[in-house]
């Protein structure tokens, strides 16, 4: 399913031992952890793109505290994925809620992420993943209707790429930090749902929207392991508990 992500190659990549390769011999390496890194030079936005390795750190710690697993219910809800289903998180970072719903259901699972530093703690953590360092604001390096389901959970927004990896029955799971999403830390937001609904209108239709919302009582480490996950600069002065609310919007589209 994989395509060589070389401007105008995109031919098929075959697996060769620790390797993958196209018919016009562009080749990369398996690394060690078992992903694959696609990213091309032009598609890097810096010498180190992507999540920094204290936002990933900040939020793996968060999730095995168990502040988001109402959010990684609410997503598996919503999307009712089985075990047929061929499922591509796109921004997956350190693989949270696609490793999981993997393992949960038994579907055939592949994420990817911009970061080499998310992606190489995914595949460490959930081997039986297909992980790929890419930038999917770009190019998904996957062959048409390659997917059943599609995730992007506070992540990329490729309409029309993810139209085209995306089976005419499939369906596309997109979720955004609803307004009252980390609250206590940078005040209410703004409502992304009617702008995110127009992003996908010529390629998909709305068919389900719901909200889920949780609080969690965060002692000093967690409230510093959020602060980086969400860009926010730490404060001069001590870091304090505090109760935190997460929250998200959940839209759940089919193809028009």
């Known amino acids: 399913m994989l395509l060589c992500p070389v401007r105008d190659c995109h031919l098929a990549l075959v697996r060769e031992e620790h390797r993958l390769v196209c018919a016009r011999g562009h080749s990369f390496d398996v690394a060690r952890s078992g992903y694959i890194n696609l990213l091309q030079p032009q598609d890097r936005k810096s010498k180190q793109p992507g999540d920094t390795a204290e936002a990933i750190e900040g939020r793996r710690r968060l999730h095995d505290l168990g502040v988001t697993a109402p959010l990684l219910r609410g997503i598996a809800e919503t999307i009712a994925a089985?075990?047929?289903?061929?499922?591509?998180?796109?921004?997956?970072?350190?693989?949270?809620?696609?490793?999981t719903l993997a393992r949960e259901v038994g579907f055939d699972a592949h994420g990817i992420d911009i970061s080499t530093a998310a992606i190489d703690a995914a595949a460490r953590r959930y081997p039986e993943c297909e992980w790929i360092v890419a930038n999917a604001d770009r190019f998904v390096p996957y062959a048409d209707r390659s997917f059943s389901l599609v995730l992007s959970i506070t992540a990329r927004m490729n309409s029309s790429e993810f139209r085209r990896v995306l089976s005419n029955d499939g369906r596309l799971l997109v979720a955004i930090p609803a307004p009252e999403d980390a609250l206590e830390l940078r005040g209410i937001g703004r409502d992304r749902v009617e702008r995110t609904i127009e992003t996908f209108a010529r390629d998909f239709k709305l068919v389900?929207?719901?909200?889920?919302?949780?609080?969690?009582?965060?002692?000093?480490?967690?409230?510093?392991?959020?602060?980086?996950?969400?860009?926010?600069?730490?404060?001069?002065?001590?870091?304090?508990?505090?109760?935190?609310?997460?929250?998200?919007?959940?839209?759940?589209?089919?193809?028009?």
């Open 82 to 99: 089985s075990r047929e289903d061929v499922v591509l998180d796109a921004g997956c970072g350190d693989g949270f809620y696609l490793g």
């Open 208 to 256: 389900n929207q719901r909200r889920v919302t949780t609080n969690a009582d965060l002692d000093a480490d967690a409230v510093r392991d959020l602060l980086h996950s969400i860009y926010r600069p730490i404060q001069s002065k001590p870091t304090e508990a505090m109760r935190v609310t997460f929250s998200l919007d959940l839209l759940l589209f089919r193809p028009a």
